[in-house]
């Protein structure tokens, strides 16, 4: 099983801020079954980032993933206050598929 | 517009089973694998199955291999999710969500059910 461990667990920053958050996997994990996903309090999750930098539909330009083997990051440019939420990282390459623990992303 | 909306959660004792459906609209299911993920209260994400569009090929995560199992009506749009022998730490929301095959990421999901293992 990848392991796969986000860092921070939470991250405090103003909207304007640019935020970059991380994943690292226990083993190496090809690009293109790496994403990122987005969940707001009391919603399903939402596609962000796929193939560990390519942009899901409808997804803003200020979000940005990249990284390969075993250190991603989905990086956020100028924080909007819609963006304070819950990130999470998932590996769908190798089964089981696997999420990371996710990082708080709160305004100071 | 493409919809997933998961239903059949509720309070179940221990022991007993239950039924979760995933009914989709808004695109042809038939072409498409489907996952259940699932999130106990406070916590994060784990993935729970997978069934690919014409149902042959399943995958479980292990901790439910056994107990759970997935299976998909493409007539009906609705894939589902039989859980037996369910425990306390079964309790969470479950969510459906599409994905183009087995190995890909989610691109929809459902709102979810909640479900809850108690005596």
């Known amino acids: 099983e990848i392991v796969l461990t986000q860092s921070p667990g939470t991250l405090s920053l103003s909207p304007g801020e640019r935020a970059t958050l991380s994943c690292r996997a226990s083993h190496s994990v090809t690009s293109y079954f790496l994403g990122w996903y987005q969940q707001k309090p009391g919603q399903a999750p939402r596609l962000l980032i796929y193939g560990a930098s390519s942009r899901a539909t409808g997804i803003p330009d200020r979000f940005s993933g990249s990284g390969s083997g075993t250190d991603f990051t989905l990086t956020i440019s100028r924080l909007e206050p819609e963006d304070f939420a819950v990130y999470y990282c998932?590996?769908?390459?190798?089964?089981?598929?696997?999420f990371g623990q996710g990082t708080r992303l709160e305004i100071k | 517009q493409v919809q997933l909306v998961e239903s059949g959660g509720g309070v179940v004792q221990p022991g007993r089973s239950l039924r979760l459906s995933c009914e989709a609209s808004?695109?042809?299911?038939?072409?498409?694998?489907l996952h259940w993920v699932r999130q106990a209260p406070g916590k994060g994400l784990e993935w729970v199955a997978v069934i690919s569009y014409d149902g042959v090929n399943k995958y479980y995560v292990d901790s439910v291999k056994g107990r759970f199992t997935i299976s998909r009506d493409n007539s009906k749009s609705t894939v589902f999710l039989q859980m037996n022998s369910l425990r306390g730490d079964d309790t969470a929301v479950y969510y459906c969500?599409?994905?183009?095959?087995?190995?890909?990421?989610?691109?929809?999901w459902g709102q979810g059910t909640l479900v809850t293992v108690s005596s």
């Open positions: 998932q590996q769908y390459g190798s089964s089981p598929i696997t």
């Open positions: 969500a599409r994905s183009s095959d087995t190995r890909n990421n989610f691109d929809y």
């Open positions: 808004g695109f042809t299911l038939s072409t498409y694998a």
